[in-house]
């Protein structure tokens, strides 16, 4: 059974705080002594000792980035990332969050684009997650800094000077607006290459508060966040959110850990989680029924919860809801998301206050429309490869999300599938989300992806890719029939693979499965 906190109002003035301006209210409203944050180390940190940490780090940033504007961070989920983040803030400085998972190429490209000349990281996380290769690559571009390193340059001036800062912050820190750049992000690249999305300061505040207004959060509460701070729902729903709205976090550094979390959700009491489908059906197999009894709810983003992973927490962990969201990096990036009192499988819930919402027509698909939001929590604009000194503003503030959704009577939101994934087949438009979830009905336990190859005769072919090593046509057509779907959306195609390729943020790698489809296509 959850228990409710209390929604908080959405407000004029949420649409005016810097970033640093609502961390130093937070402290105010919580208290000063409030333990507020800890990761693995286990040394949690109170508003103060967070505040005095963030001031702390500042002073070494800036003493070895000079003048510089954006300076990208590629950190794990933990403290040091958390402190780095604000630490920026505190200095008026842009953080720029580097996804490591993302391949060197990317890499690259995400560095040139941002026009950041310093990326600070730390040893001891390169060595654990194997990124020596991508270092070396990235020191013929950028310069590294290592936090291990400039930590052992902290003096006890540094020290006073902090303590004193944390003391009266508003003093100390850099003045910003909340129309000031609050980070940028890439886009995950699950459908080509990333693009850099502009946040300011009031998206992702407005982002937190209109979450806060949404679902009733406890301050009592514990927010458990494994998931990467290059990711939005890791940066604004892991970390930003907790610290404004009075919530301990716990910190971890990677999602892929399924045998690890779930001891560690019941050491640290989580009462929330954040996560996407395909780690928490992991979590669900590895742990049992004592590592979640302390959650309240899971909020799951990023991917379409499937039914196998609803019937777990049903069935295994007492009807643990698992609140399936939708949001998009460019909406900071909560869109939409489920109620823990009205949690509707088969939506994502329903929009955020203060958020608008408008669909249009598209050629060829007969439900739904396509998604347009507008609202405080919108990006700033993109990243423009050409100048990167200048922001393309969505038009008029409207953002095409690119998603065919609809909405039911009482308004929440059904994901159709993303406008690129459609495929036209003998003149029908067929998404192919629908198919994977035919798959899905049929091999409940395993993973599916569907892509369209190009066809002489059809216009385009499916292909589904499926890590069920004895998947075969049949069982999908017999299934089609018997439940009235269009034998027309049967994949004729099936490859098998050991594992169906995800993203750093636990979503379908759909570039690596349309070149591997076009290959064994191309071979055929």
């Not at 940190?45 to 070895?64: C, E, N, P, Q, V």
């Not at 919108?378 to 065919?404: C, K």
């Not at 993203?503 to 064994?520: N, P």
Request: contains cysteine.
């Amino acid at each position: 059974m959850t228990r409710s906190g209390t929604k908080r109002d959405f407000t004029a003035k949420d649409l005016h705080q810097s970033l640093f301006e609502a961390l130093v209210e937070a402290r105010s409203v919580y208290g000063g002594k409030k333990l507020i944050i800890e990761d693995q180390e286990r040394k949690p940190l109170s508003y103060d000792m967070f505040l005095a940490g963030t001031f702390a780090i500042s002073r070494l940033l800036k003493r070895h980035t000079g003048d510089e504007q954006r300076i990208g961070l590629m950190l794990p989920t933990s403290l040091g990332g958390a402190l780095s983040f604000w630490g920026l803030h505190a200095i008026g400085r842009v953080p720029v969050m580097i996804n490591f998972t993302a391949g060197q190429a990317n890499v690259r490209a995400a560095a040139q684009v941002s026009r950041i000349r310093t990326v600070v990281t730390a040893r001891r996380f390169v060595a654990s997650a194997k990124l020596e290769d991508l270092v070396e690559a990235m020191s013929a571009y950028v310069r590294i800094i290592y936090l291990d390193d400039i930590r052992k340059e902290l003096s006890a001036a540094d020290k006073a000077w902090a303590f004193l800062a944390s003391k009266l912050p508003l003093v100390f820190a850099k003045k910003t607006t909340a129309e000031d750049i609050g980070v940028i992000l890439f886009t995950s690249g699950s459908f080509g290459t990333p693009r850099g999305v502009v946040l300011s300061q009031r998206n992702l505040v407005a982002n937190t508060r209109q979450i806060q207004a949404h679902i009733a959060l406890d301050p009592d509460w514990i927010a458990f966040n494994p998931m990467p701070i290059f990711h939005s729902l890791g940066l604004t729903g892991g970390v930003v959110l907790p610290l404004l709205a009075g919530l301990r976090s716990f910190q971890y550094p990677s999602p892929l850990h399924v045998k690890q979390i779930p001891g560690l959700l019941r050491e640290s009491q989580a009462s929330l989680l954040f996560s996407t489908d395909t780690f928490v059906n992991q979590y669900a197999r590895q742990g049992d029924p004592e590592d979640f009894k302390s959650l309240q709810f899971v909020v799951c983003g990023a991917e379409k919860v499937r039914e196998e992973t609803h019937t777990l927490f049903k069935t295994q962990f007492g009807g643990l809801p698992i609140l399936e969201g939708y949001g998009v990096t460019e909406c900071s990036p909560v869109v939409a998301v489920n109620f823990p009192h009205d949690n509707r499988y088969g939506t994502v819930g329903k929009p955020l206050p203060g958020l608008e919402t408008r669909l249009e027509a598209v050629d060829g698909i007969k439900e739904g429309g396509r998604l347009y939001v507008k609202g405080p929590n919108v990006m700033a604009g993109y990243l423009n490869p050409e100048s990167p000194d200048v922001i393309d503003a969505p038009g008029d503030g409207w953002h095409d999300t690119g998603d065919i959704v609809a909405f039911d009577a009482d308004g929440f939101i059904k994901i159709l599938g993303r406008a690129k994934r459609f495929a036209k087949i003998a003149g029908e438009m067929v998404s192919l989300t629908a198919v994977e979830r035919i798959a899905e009905e049929v091999w409940p336990d395993n993973r599916h992806a569907v892509v369209a190859v190009s066809d002489d005769k059809k216009g385009e072919r499916l292909v589904l890719i499926t890590d069920r090593g004895d998947a075969d046509v049949a069982r999908l057509t017999n299934w089609a029939k018997e439940h009235g779907a269009p034998v027309l959306a049967i994949p004729k195609k099936i490859l098998t693979v050991p594992a169906v390729p995800v993203l750093g943020s636990g979503k379908t790698d759909y570039v690596a499965l349309q070149k591997l489809a076009e290959v064994e296509m191309r071979a055929a």
